[in-house]
């Protein structure tokens, strides 16, 4: 059974399709946590809403759509939304502690550390945290971006073995449900494929700034941090209790077997990569299928500009992602050696760092 669970409550949950939050909604989903907190368990909430309750509070004004408006927005709004978790989850005597974050928290590993240590003491001290991206001092740069891809890295800093995103939807379809009649609910995957990412499209109600894509990147996530993930409706009775008590209710992706070790969670869900490493088919193999590290040797092209010890993404001559990890040489170095055998970076270079671009040791793959 579940013991630590993210409840990620999106926009269009909140406001119940408004443009301004649903209280009563917003007290029943408050009442399913308090009966999970009570029963012992931690409960973790990712809330979205702070632009939205900004932007109503100053009554709609009419700015440009960028991000200091959004800024401004978050500032007014931020403060507003947790005072109203508070006071609702106050009902049930619970305590609750915000956690704002961007990337730039988690980008090296000892601010990731640093924020999982933040998590920790409030769950030891039985408070719940509400957590959302810093959106009032965030800039494109260092966002997430989004609350489901917050959502997973939260259920990777926290250890979550249950990442519960209640959206609008009651799933994932096999298409999109609003403009074909013959969709059909997807109860489980266990294979993130093109096919479920062409199906899930992109963003989704205009409300919130995620849709299922966004869904999809989130789950394969968490669900390589060991955690099963169930995307469903927020409106279904009793949603919380019944999705944790084990009903197939919403799309179910359970987590992998072997979740990563923290440090490969890291590279995972922290940095946002710096650019990107396009590999041949014999690298594919060794990567996927064998475990090892990428070479010099299976690297045919390198994209974007780094630093050694970025992270990178590692991908097909099509795009798809295989691996996440961080590099050993520079961008220019490894333009200067890609192609070639390790026994030749030294000539090349005049140093070398060792035969591996990315060891094994520094890689998550993503394949499986
Ligand atoms: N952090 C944003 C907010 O509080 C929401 C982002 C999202 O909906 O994914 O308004």
Redesign the pocket.
Known sequence: MYQRIVVKL??SVLTGGTHTLDRPRMIELVRQCAQLHAAGRDVIVTS?????VGRARLNFPNLPASIVTKQLF?AVGQPRLMRMWEQFFDIYGIQVGQILLTRADVENRQRYLNARDAFSVLLEHRIIPIV??N?AVATEEIKVG???NLSALVATLTNADLLLMLTDQPGLFTADPRTNPGAELIPEVHHIDATLRANAGGAGTGL???GMATKLQAANIARHAGADVVICAGSEPDVIARVVGGEALGTRFPALETPLESRKRWILAGPRPSGALIVDAGAIDALSHWGRSLLPAGVVAVKGQFDRGDTVTIQDGRGRELARGTVAYASNDLRRIMGRHSNEIQAQLGYTYGPAVVHRNNMTILTE
Not at 48 to 52: L, Q, T
């Open positions: 999106g926009t979205s809403g702070a632009v939205g978050a959302n991206e959106d989004d609350n489901d919130g700034v995620g």
